[in-house]
């Protein structure tokens, strides 16, 4: 499982050359550059100064009111904090893999997928492989919001509830959580008195819009919220971003075919998009994971790229100069910052705006 989410099918690989030659780019109104902030570059297990700390296939980031940010770390089964002042730390759990509850150093994940912070700053994580929602406490304990240790689909309260494989989440101003449960096609909201419901797509994988579970999702993989409510979907088996509108209905914002090219709505194109936060600005920015580049969407549905290259690499520099390997998870700090876990890399990466293009 733990190499499951680098899984492209081979024709959506083959049309990414296509859509490069067909991509339209999109004025900017700002330079953006990449720089590398945490992470040696090899695959591994370390603690440390940021240059020497060591990850293994990093796949979600989120930034705290401090300017710290938390790393899902997949591959170790670990949570771990890149601080200000430039150390890399294990806050919960260890390459040992396990369902575990109690203080943050004793506690087992298996598979953490990704992560999302609330405004007391507790960090909710979606713990792909153990099938449940944790939440790591600012004074260091671990509890089981959601779940059980059996894959199924199944709304309900709490304990009771089931999930198929959540590799998503999202937190909104309210407390409540959204999940996106890749292996049964749904995204599904956790109220903070512990009710869980279905708000998009039905078990069924497909693609159509439509109320609730009216709709069809194929593997969705993350999902966010909005500060009005509106949730957003990486719909990365139908290579589009939903949309779930404050009164349930779902839409296609964005893409829908396999391959690269920017452009308005449908005629968008994504290759395997993973990660997905909303800024400060209200722009929706993507890890477009098979095309290794990081793309905006505005709100009306208007899709550029900011950073990456089709090929895969590791260098830093301007924007276009810049290159991921399977980005796949995102955040965006209240700045406008984007933070980046590159998992085929295993680093962390920042995207900053440089200077203002006229």
């Not at 304990?141 to 199924?152: C, I, L, M, N, S």
């Not at 998009?273 to 505005?298: E, F, M, Q």
């Amino acid at each position: 499982m733990r190499g499951f989410r680098r899984t492209i099918p081979l024709a959506v690989a083959c049309l990414v050359l296509y859509g490069a030659a067909s991509a339209v780019p999109l004025k900017e109104r700002y330079q953006y550059r990449v720089l590398t902030i945490a992470g040696d570059g090899k695959k591994g297990f370390k603690d440390g100064s940021v240059e020497k700390a060591s990850f293994n296939w990093p796949t979600g980031v989120v930034v705290a009111d401090d300017g710290s940010i938390f790393v899902a770390d997949f591959s170790n089964n670990a949570i771990r904090k890149i601080s200000t002042d430039g150390t890399v730390t294990t806050v919960a759990g260890s390459t040992v893999a396990g369902h575990r509850d109690g203080k943050a150093e004793e506690a087992l994940f298996r598979g953490p997928d990704n992560i999302a912070i609330d405004r007391e700053q507790n960090i909710y994580v979606a713990d792909a492989d153990n099938f449940r929602i944790r939440r790591l406490s600012p004074e260091g304990f671990v509890v089981t919001v959601a779940g059980t240790d059996v894959p199924g689909y199944r709304d309900g309260r709490r304990s009771s509830a089931m999930f198929g494989y959540p590799t998503g989440i999202a937190v909104d101003r309210y407390g409540a959580l959204y999940v996106a449960d890749r292996r049964t096609h749904t995204v599904r909201k956790i109220t903070p008195d512990g009710r869980v419901f279905t708000i998009a797509g039905n078990g069924l994988p497909g693609f159509s819009d439509g109320r609730g579970r009216l709709s069809h999702l194929r593997e969705p993989i993350s999902v966010a919220v909005a500060e009005d409510g509106t949730v957003y979907i990486a719909d990365s088996g139908n290579n589009a971003i939903r949309k779930v509108s404050t009164d349930g209905e779902v839409s296609t914002l964005a893409g829908g075919k396999p391959g690269y090219r920017d452009g308005r709505g449908r005629e968008a194109q994504f290759n395997w998009p993973t990660g997905i936060a909303v800024g400060p600005d209200g722009n929706i920015y993507v890890c477009d994971s098979g095309n290794n580049k990081i793309r905006r969407i505005t709100p009306d549905g208007v899709v550029s790229t900011i950073a990456g290259r089709i090929v895969a690499g590791r260098s830093d520099g301007t924007a276009f100069e810049a290159e991921f390997n399977f980005p796949t998870g995102i955040a965006v700090d209240k700045m406008g910052n984007i933070y980046i876990a590159d998992s085929g890399n295993n680093l962390i990466r920042k995207i900053v705006k440089e200077r203002k293009v006229y």
